[in-house]
């Protein structure tokens, strides 16, 4: 579990989080929406223990989490931007490895290499595991990454420790083929003792992935509901300024927004 | 065929190569050895056959001269092929090398300063004696690379694009004042300014092969610690902080482990251009651009291909040689021009990629 009590952030004299108290479950998949510069990256760089926040404390369960304990925190929590490009013609499988530095010294175990194999193989990408990682196209890339997260944070079955992936808009350069893949795969992980934390925007798609939602507004927490249904339209079209609308799917019986002007 | 090796094998094979071309550079030259000869004068030097008269002149040339020389060339090689890599993980780019970011530059100005005022009592530095060259070099190296840092990091953060347009900025400044030191010195002087601006291996000596041989075991074992890290970087600042690797300290300690050898380097045999590009370039394309393959694999190339380019200065314009800068530059800058065009056919920005957006 991730716990945010009282959480405030400031640089350069403006204020982008402001006492902002929030809880992200385990073996969920929370999600945090807003407009742009709600604050969202920001709380979850200091959620993930990049930045240490100007006010208030972050802690997993019973650890306290600051950015001096990089290396502790690197090998429980991993987290996916949403696009990452390298200059260099590294190996698929090179990629992935980062995902196990925080685990090995000088050279990878065998144990290193498994998980590696096996991170690769969740996400379908075995048989690339050779190529180079510019030659991907995007949508392999994200899964590449993807693969590296897994990777870091690999636990089989239910692990004595927790741990937390966190999500930055991870889908936001991907077709729906690639948005669903991922996005399912990292629902995966729930059940294992991991809490997902992802920032989404795509409204509908945070609504079919999420179980757990935190709704940010300059800075601030406007709205903390546990299920779709428990999002007013009102709130909705106030925080993201469009007029807003909900229908049935007629087959799932799940809501679906619609967005207009 | 190269990609079959392991990366054991290929650093084996580089070492085997490496070790030919060690042997070769030491047997031509004006003064030509015969491997038996090499041997024997070997043998003779440490004693354990009895010295001969008639191969005494055999021997003072290969020791005084030619040993150091090719060690010289080889340790050389190393520090400009490890410092060419370590730059271009720290740029995440492969145009980078100690030319650009003002490294060279600034040593060049501090080594200027001794051949041209070393010899007035005037200046404390005289105090240093022989160590006036490497200590400046090593503080205007440190200098320019620093202010370029510094000029290109704001909120912790290093912008790539800024060091680059920096890195131009000092290097000007370094240039401008070794043209002028060399304008104002007397003509013996600048004479050696020339000399060691296009890089010399003639006045190599056994001093300068243990002072740069011991610095740069040290920084290249410093170095080894880092491929994690640099291959980390190359996803970008933040993502090698959830990684557990702290950036700015990272690049800190790469600056300086970098500039220590480059610099200690320079002031024995000069401003040597473009050997720290297309070493770890080579690399690149016939192998792994995995960090903990390219640093030991760039000290052994870049070995290799200074003795090679050595030997072909000894030989292109016998009995008299080539000053080394200049042919690496021929060598190399046809290489440089080749890499921007390709990396602009491929549409990524030459100064821009690497790291995550959003």
Partial sequence: MVELRGVGYEAGGRRILEAVDASFLEDRFNVILGPNGAGKS???????????????????????????????????????????????????????????????????????REIVASALALVEMSDRRRQAYPTLSGGEQQKVQLARVLAQIWSEGRSAESTVLFLDEPTSNLDVHYQVHLLEATRGLLGRGCTVVAILHDINTALQFGDRFLLLESGRVALTAERADQIPAALVEHVFRIRARQVRDPEQGDVIWRFGR | ?????????????????????????????????????????????????????ADALGRNVLLKLRLPRVLLCGLTGAVLGVSGTIMQGLFRNPIVEPGLAGTSAGAALGAALVFVFGGTTALAFTSLGSLAVPVLAFAGAFGATMLVYRVSSSFGKVNVFTLLLAGIAVNAVCNAGTGYLSYVARDPQARNITFWNLGTFTTADWRGVAMVGLVFAVCFGWSLRYGKALNALMLGEDEAAYLGIDPQRLILRLILLNTLMVAVDAAMVGVIAFVGLVVPHMLRMAKSSDYTFLLPASALLGAVLMELVDIAARLVIRPAELPIGILTAVIGAPVFLGMLLRQQRLGGAPVATGGAHG
């Fill in chain 1, 42 to 112: 920001t709380l979850l760089k200091i959620a993930a223990g990049l930045l240490a926040p100007s006010a208030g404390t972050v802690r997993y369960g019973e650890r306290a989490v600051t950015p001096a304990d990089a290396r502790g925190l690197a090998r429980m929590r991993a987290v996916l931007s949403h696009h990452v490009e390298l200059a260099f013609p590294l190996a698929v499988e090179d990629v992935v490895l980062m995902g196990r530095y925080p685990h090995y010294g000088r050279a990878p175990t065998a144990r290193d």
């Fill in chain 2, 1 to 53: 065929m190269l990609s079959r090796l392991t990366r054991r094998q290929f650093c084996l094979a580089l070492g085997s190569l490496l070790a030919l071309a060690l042997v070769a550079s030491a047997a031509i030259g004006a003064f030509t050895f015969s491997p038996a000869q090499l041997v024997r004068d070997l043998a003779q030097a440490a004693g354990w056959t009895p010295a001969s008269a």
